[in-house]
């Protein structure tokens, strides 16, 4: 019986969109699937399907709680109740307005809510949310605006002042057809198929809340696509995107490795852009794969001159728009484990929050005013004038016997072009007395 009244709903709405002088025969279908199941289970009384039932006749009365003995053991479902409510109201409320094409205001939809429960509070109502069937049925009817609430909330107070023993002889497959033939509307199946397209991820989150809402039910479907979808956000900024850079061929540009394999990297030095906030939850797995660049290293041809190891990380912060203060502790507690393998660490274009965070740390004075550069490349080139030094080729005791930082520290005062440090074979000049205005760093020293 309801697989015919859905029949009967279905077809009545094509006729009503495909032909304009049937139009009215689009929002006649849910009455005349009341009116048909009604008049068959009146005639013939079948045993075998389910009636709405005896339904009390009148409108609830006005009452004021009087005791609060049971408002502790509430809160938690209240909660619940809340959160449900919100989600499922903002999702339907989403949904029509892609539908439709008009702007959802998330706020005036929620204070509507609100309003709703506080006076029906006062009447035994059940928690006011905006559903999904009803929402849907209300939307395949016609209804455009505000106004048809207003309408159907009065013709529901009139049909529970008057109606309520016709209501009795209504079968429920007849109302489940009804929600039924509303609610297809709203699965677009398009976007499960864009999804699949352009991200695996976004569907298998569309595929879980699909299948838990059609057997579990619109409430545990809901609260579970929020949930997973909060794993994906966790996992994502606990694993934030990290890139090794290098230089694009005849410019100052660098850029992920990866994206361009024609770029190339330094003998003796790692570029390193962190592409998300730095916090707690992700500064282990960033130390992971800073570890991981400095041993394995990357494919990409490398240039400049030859040395045995790392010597140099220099980490682009631009995309880091926020650290706290459990990074900051592992950036110093990183920076003491490089200093015992005589790597430096450089930092390339911090904004101006990150910066400051790190100054009042004591970070910057840790690594160095010196360390500091506005451009990836002015780090490169500082950098590459001190591997020169390491190279086998520009070796000798006096560099032999001197430590690493202390080489490194000494004031820079040689102006070597990129383009004979790519070679390897330069030879470091004695005669230059000035400082090559784009190796300033970032943080100039003061005497």
């Known amino acids: 019986m309801g697989s015919t009244i859905l029949a009967i709903i279905q077809t009545m709405k094509f006729l009503g969109k495909s032909r304009k002088h049937l139009r009215f025969l689009r929002a006649m279908g849910p009455l005349t699937a009341v009116v048909l199941g009604t008049t068959f289970v009146k005639i013939y009384h079948p045993s075998s399907i389910t009636l709405v039932g005896d339904i009390p006749q009148g409108l609830p009365s006005f009452s004021i709680p009087k005791s609060f003995q049971y408002a502790k053991s509430l809160i938690s479902t209240a909660v619940l109740i809340t ?13 029509l307005a892609a539908k439709n094409g008009y702007e ?10 609100g ?7 006062f009447f035994s109502a059940y928690p006011t949310t905006g559903s999904f069937s009803r929402s849907a049925v209300n939307h395949e009817s016609g209804a455009k605006t505000g106004l048809s609430g207003i309408i159907s909330g009065t013709i529901m107070c009139c049909a529970l002042l008057f109606l309520t023993p016709l209501f009795e002889y209504i079968p429920q497959c007849a109302l489940a057809a009804i929600v039924i033939s509303a609610v297809i509307t709203l699965v677009d199946y398009e976007e499960a198929i864009f999804l699949w397209r352009v991200d695996k991820k976004d569907f298998l989150l569309w595929t879980i809340t699909t299948t838990t809402t059609l057997f579990l039910g619109i409430e545990i479907g809901v609260l579970v ?13 606990a694993n934030p995107h990290i890139a090794v850079l290098g230089r694009l061929p005849g410019t100052t540009v660098y850029r992920n490795i990866q994206q361009y394999p024609e770029a190339y990297t330094y003998n003796g ?3 390193v852009r962190i592409d998300a906030p730095i916090y707690f939850a992700n500064i282990s797995y960033i130390k992971d794969r800073l570890r991981e660049y400095e041993v394995v290293g990357d494919k990409s041809t490398k240039r400049g001159p030859e040395v045995e190891r790392i010597y140099f990380v220099i980490l682009e912060l631009a995309p880091v728009t926020y650290i706290d203060a459990s990074a900051v502790q592992a950036l110093k507690d990183l920076h003491q484990e490089y200093k015992s393998r005589d790597i430096q660490i450089a930092i390339s274009n911090p904004n101006q929050e990150v910066l400051l965070t790190l100054s009042k740390a004591g970070v910057v004075e840790m690594i160095g005013k010196e360390w500091y550069f506005v451009r990836v490349h002015d780090a490169v080139q500082v950098c590459l004038q001190h591997v020169q030094t390491m190279s086998p080729k520009a070796s000798d005791p006096s560099h032999e016997k001197s ?3 202390q080489r490194i520290m000494k004031q820079r005062r040689e102006d070597i072009s990129v383009s004979e440090l790519e070679s390897g074979n330069s030879q470091m000049r004695s005669d230059s007395t000035q400082d090559d205005p784009q190796l300033e760093p970032l943080l100039s020293r003061r005497s």
């Open 225 to 237: 696509g929020v949930g997973v979808s909060l794993a994906f956000v966790i996992h994502e900024s």
């Open 104 to 113: 959802l205001d998330s706020n005036q939809e929620l204070f509507g809510l």
């Open 115 to 121: 309003v709703a429960n506080i006076f029906g509070s």
């Open 269 to 271: 030095i790692v570029i």
């Open 83 to 95: 959160g449900v409510a919100i989600l499922e109201s903002v999702g339907i409320a989403k949904a």
């Open 403 to 405: 430590s690493f930082f």
